[in-house]
T-cell receptor, first 114, second 111 residues
Framework: AQSVSQHNHHVILSEAASLELGCNYS??????LFWYVQYPGQHLQLLLK??????LVKGIKGFEAEFIKSKFSFNLRKPSVQWSDTAEYFC????????????FGTGTRLQVTL | DVKVTQSSRYLVKRTGEKVFLECVQD?????MFWYRQDPGLGLRLIYF???????EKGDIPEGYSVSREKKERFSLILESASTNQTSMYLC??????????FGPGTRLTVT
C-alpha cells in the first residue's frame, strides 16, 4: 500500500519568507499527486494537482509544486508567503490501480507571522 | 461550483448510541468518500462508494458502516459510538479527474 510522508509538522515563517513543504510518497508506479489546503474554520480545498506532463505545476494563490520522480517527491513551494497563507497543508497521492483512493499525509501546519 | 454538504457541523453523542452522519453532493459524482481527520494523523479513509449501493472499505472501517441508496447521498453510520470515535468527519465526492471536493466536516464528540 502506498504511504505519504510530510516531514514538517509545524512551520513558522515571517511574511515574505519563502516556503517549501516536503512531501514524499512510497509507490513505484504511476501516481496522481495533490496538495490540499485547509484554512482555519474552512473546508479542505485543492491547491494544485499533477497527473502528467510538465513536472512543475502551478496552483492557486501563487503556489507551485515540483514532481521529482527519482526522489518520489512532490514538494510545495511559494516564493513569498503572506499572513493569509496560515493554514494546514496536506499532500495526497492516488496510485494507479487503487481506484478512487487518495492517501493523505499527516499534514503540515503553517503559521505566518506579521 | 461543486457543493458537498454535511448534515451537522457539531454533534455530541453518548457512548453506545447509534450515530448517522449524512453527506449530500450536487454534482452527480459517482464516487463519494468518508474520512476522519485527527491531529497528527491527517485524513484516513473509512469507506468509499463508487456507485449507488456499492461500497468499499477504506483503511479504518472498523466500527463504521455506510449506506448509499441514492447517488447524491452517502451516509456514515456508527452502530455503537465509542469515545475513540470522537473526531472530525469529512465527506468528499470525486469528479472524473480524481479531484476530491470536501464538505465542511462534522465534529463528533462521544462522551
Amino acid at each position: 500500500a502506498q504511504s505519504v510522508s510530510q516531514h514538517n509538522h509545524h512551520v513558522i515563517l515571517s511574511e515574505a519568507a519563502s516556503l517549501e513543504l516536503g512531501c514524499n510518497y512510497s509507490y513505484g508506479g504511476t501516481v496522481n499527486l495533490f496538495w490540499y489546503v485547509q484554512y482555519p474554520g474552512q473546508h479542505l480545498q485543492l491547491l494544485l494537482k499533477y497527473f502528467s506532463g510538465d513536472p512543475l505545476v502551478k496552483g492557486i494563490k501563487g503556489f507551485e509544486a515540483e514532481f521529482i520522480k527519482s526522489k518520489f517527491s512532490f514538494n510545495l513551494r511559494k516564493p513569498s508567503v503572506q499572513w493569509s497563507d496560515t493554514a494546514e497543508y496536506f499532500c495526497a497521492v492516488n496510485a494507479a490501480g487503487t481506484a478512487s483512493k487518495l492517501t493523505f499525509g499527516t499534514g503540515t501546519r503553517l503559521q505566518v507571522t506579521l | 461550483d461543486v457543493k458537498v454538504t454535511q448534515s451537522s457541523r457539531y454533534l455530541v453523542k453518548r457512548t453506545g448510541e447509534k450515530v448517522f452522519l449524512e453527506c449530500v453532493q450536487d454534482m452527480d459524482h459517482e464516487n463519494m468518500f468518508w474520512y476522519r481527520q485527527d491531529p497528527g494523523l491527517g485524513l484516513r479513509l473509512i469507506y468509499f462508494s463508487y456507485d449507488v449501493k456499492m461500497k468499499e472499505k477504506g483503511d479504518i472501517p472498523e466500527g463504521y458502516s455506510v449506506s448509499r441508496e441514492k447517488k447524491e447521498r452517502f451516509s456514515l453510520i456508527l452502530e455503537s459510538a465509542s469515545t475513540n470515535q470522537t473526531s472530525m468527519y469529512l465527506c468528499a465526492s470525486r469528479d472524473y479527474s480524481y479531484e476530491q471536493y470536501f464538505g465542511p466536516g462534522t465534529r463528533l464528540t462521544v462522551t
